[in-house]
């Protein structure tokens, strides 16, 4: 008992130290933990949960936009990854290779894929001979290895869970809306499903991804007031059919070359629901994303009382199944105990059900949330049990929208603006001429950068002047300090 009470201890407070707050919740509820191999991460199940209902969602949007599922090998040749210089050269410092196998060394080394352009790229090029073989629409969940030197559970590991979608077009224009419907299923997915609200938008071109034409993003606010990208869409244009000589004889009887786009979303995201959500006590989770929505703890006190609440508890479990997704405690802790341990682990409802809820046919349900408590009858349980649970999800948005209104700041002065990145969290949004050297000169001296270039401009265009070289601005674009 004594490590048991230990586990539900305090954490520290995210306003004293939001990183070490981040990593006690992770480990404390048992959502990930250190792998052997440096920079990698063990899922455990509490954790890898929450990625199947992600998973499962999202998915379902990508299927409704005529998307379908397969699989590509782990190992890319490194031949593969060198006919895209720009790609190359983004990723190169990232690579792991494999040199040897069965004993032997390899031919060729193989790169234990990034992502999975390339040799997509390649078998399209095999695939698609006519007009009449597009748009191809494929995504596949899998694993990818970036050997990163920095690393976080979740927010940044060299060996991640992602999907990664890659379409081929018979225009730009077709891949240009392609991107973008893409993007805005992600928006979607994490308004509505993960309640992160977050800004949808263009980046820089310091920030796109390496080969692409044009990279899209959703960025949201973390409770530090830090940006994750949890989310991004690439135009790609005909750069990575050139290297791979993705052709098709069109209509008109001429050859052309594809214009392809790809997209992903990762296990980063759940370090963003963790972020966003949760407080001094750990976890909050969105009840669609919850791996429990309902844990349901029996209180009795004396031996006589255990049956009849034990009884009652079994009718509600039986009643909820496939309904709601629901967990009873049968643990001989305390309940103070599971009180502790489900808060920490961020289940959006908690049913106490004790000798007087048996005699008046009640339960008590306690919001993770707001911790407000509410009686129930148990014949209106089903009916109620969804209603709560969309008002949590409702309001577990509202909330962090709330918050990144509060932390998001403008400014026409540099040194204002500089003097806010030190002192203060959140975004700023400034004008801006799209200048890279600016942008790195920025980063240099601040450490931020340009996380999105909103799609919501102002109406007639920006009027003014850029914050940092005075040049006329083109855009507004949101800076902040980033994960």
Known sequence: MANEEKFVEDIVDQDDDFSKWYNQVVRKAELADYAPVRGCMIIRPYGYAIWENLQRLLDARFKETDVVNAYFPLLIPKSFLEKEAEHVEGFAPELAWVTRGGGEELEEPLAIRPTSETIIGHTYARWIQSYRDLPVLINQWNNVMRWEKRTALFLRTSEFLWQEGHTAHRTLEEAEERTRQMLEVYRSF???????PVIAGRKSENEKFAGALRTYSIEAMMGDGKALQSATSHNLAHNFAKSFDIQFLDADGQRKYCATTSWGMSTRMIGGLIMVHGDKSGLILPPRLAPYQVVIVPIWRKDH?????????????????????????????????KYNEWELRGVPLRMEIGP??????????????????????VDGLEIRLPQLLDEIQKALFQRAL??????????????EF?????????????????????????KEETRATVRVIPFDQPEGGVQGKCIYTGKPATCEAIFARSY
């Open 356 to 377: 007087r809820d048996v005699q008046n046919n009640n339960v008590m349900l306690v919001r993770r949330d707001n911790r407000v408590k509410e009686p129930v009858s």
């Open 305 to 337: 009382e255990k049956a009849a609440v034990n009884e009652l508890v079994d009718r509600v479990e039986k009643m909820l199944k496939g309904k709601v997704r629901v967990k009873v405690d049968r643990s001989e802790n305390t309940p103070g105990w």
């Open 402 to 415: 709330e918050f990144r209104e509060q932390n998001t700041h403008t400014t026409e002065s540099y040194d």
């Open 190 to 196: 994490a308004e509505e499903e993960a309640a992160i």
């Open 418 to 442: 500089k003097q806010i990145i030190a002192e203060k969290r959140g975004f700023v949004r400034v004008k801006w001429a799209e200048d890279s050297k600016a942008e790195q000169a920025i």
